[in-house]
């Protein structure tokens, strides 16, 4: 499925478009200089399991997918996207603070929740208003720009805690407060810089019920199918930072992992979005794929520094690939009433995906080490593959 218009791809992306990705960015600053020590502060400094850090990593993230279904609806409802997502956005800036004053792993879990319950809520209108806000024609640009925004901010924040926890000696509760400051700046940004264009359809009635998704149609679900055998294959990437400390690496170093992997995701998601404008977004998925197998197959099999980084590097490739590209198939396939509704169900469903490969990544590795739980993925993706090739037929004969 591809939209494209001539005049569109001439045009330049809209101001709102810059600014919503700045605000991604900024409040991944703050997540991810969190989020690149949690796991390796959960296991060593507050004696957690590798399960319990998989079923912490999927709570929160389904946590938020289901919480998208909700507000995404809400938006529809409204006819309003701008007023959730900043809600969202300042509830996670809220919470921040949380996580260094958290004094057990149930404290860390009820922080992590109310954190992804922010994420939740502003994730879909902000996926909803993109795409009132792009032109059709460059829609995949406009995701994919978002994409590499956020992403950006994903390796920075890690970069950060880097510098930072060598600096504090390894003082992991400082680095958390660090991290409170980019996300009050990303709630301010949202909040008195971003302005959502008039509606030009009519509020969405009851965005929840039957008739509202059989109105989503057919290509729709398609699209939810390729997200959740894309999700199976994809389990977070706390079991990366984990590979990292089992192959040896200090603690201070562990958050160049996700630098690593996510400047490879920031400088291959705006141009696979603006590539998918012009070509069919199916191959692009499919090549993203086979770039997750590979990245399985060296993290299973090649224990070692050059291993570790020629996976990461890998996988965001795949991330690269694929994320920007959902969520403009998404904006392809829903009507312009019930996008908001659209990216609430497609984030649920991706979500609950996500939640139980989590929990089987950290149940293998409990019961096999990290070569399992790689080869496992490695597994989930040749099968996502074939999934794909199956279900992409349909997407692939629709073009708007």
């Given at each position: 499925m591809t939209t494209t218009t001539p005049n569109a791809e001439r045009a330049g992306l809209p101001r709102g478009i810059w600014v919503l990705g700045f605000v991604s960015m900024l409040m991944d600053i703050s997540s991810e200089m969190i989020h690149a020590l949690l796991p390796v502060y959960l296991v060593t400094v507050l004696g957690a399991s590798t399960l319990t850090v998989g079923f912490i990593e999927g709570i929160a993230e389904a946590t938020a997918s289901i919480t998208k279904i909700f507000s995404g609806a809400l938006s529809d409802w409204l006819g309003r996207r701008k007023l959730l997502a900043a809600l969202g956005y300042g509830l996670a800036a809220l919470t921040k603070p949380l996580f260094p004053l958290a004094p057990s792993v149930g404290w860390l879990v009820a922080a992590r929740f109310i954190d992804r319950v922010g994420k939740g809520i502003r994730g879909a209108p902000r996926d909803a208003l993109i795409a009132d806000i792009a032109p059709i024609g460059l829609r995949g640009a406009s995701f994919g720009l978002r994409q590499s925004l956020d992403t950006i901010g994903a390796f920075v924040g890690p970069l950060v805690a880097i510098g930072l926890m060598w600096w504090t000696a390894d003082n992991f509760a400082l680095v958390f407060w660090f991290a409170v400051l980019p996300a009050f700046l990303s709630f301010g940004l949202i909040a008195f810089a971003v302005s959502e264009p008039d509606p030009s359809r009519e509020p969405a009635k009851n965005p929840l019920n039957i008739a509202a998704m059989r109105q989503l149609g057919a290509v729709y679900w398609r699209v939810v199918a390729v997200g959740i055998v894309f999700t199976l294959a994809r389990f977070s990437e706390a079991f990366l930072i984990l590979r990292a400390q089992n192959i040896g690496l200090h603690?201070?170093?562990?958050?160049?992992?996700?630098?690593?992997?996510?400047?490879?995701?920031?400088?291959?998601?705006?141009p696979a979005g603006v590539l998918s404008d012009r070509i069919n977004r199916t191959g692009l998925l499919a090549l993203g794929l086979v770039f997750l197998a590979c990245a399985d197959l060296a993290l299973a099999l090649l224990p070692n520094l050059a291993g570790l980084a020629l996976g990461v590097v890998l996988w965001g490739l795949h991330m690269g690939l694929t994320q920007g590209l959902l969520s403009a198939l998404v904006a392809d396939a829903a009507p312009?009433?019930?996008?908001?509704?659209?990216?609430?169900?497609?984030n649920l469903f991706t979500g609950l995906a996500l939640l139980a490969a989590s929990v089987i990544a950290g149940a293998l590795w409990d019961a096999y080490g990290p070569a399992g739980t790689f080869l496992a993925g490695l597994g989930f993706a040749l099968v996502s593959l074939v999934g794909l090739l199956a279900v992409g037929n349909g997407l692939a004969a629709e073009k708007k």
């Open positions: 603690a201070m170093w562990v958050p160049a992992v996700l630098v690593l992997m996510n400047i490879v995701y920031a400088l291959s998601a705006y312009p009433s019930l996008r908001g509704t659209a990216f609430g169900y497609f």
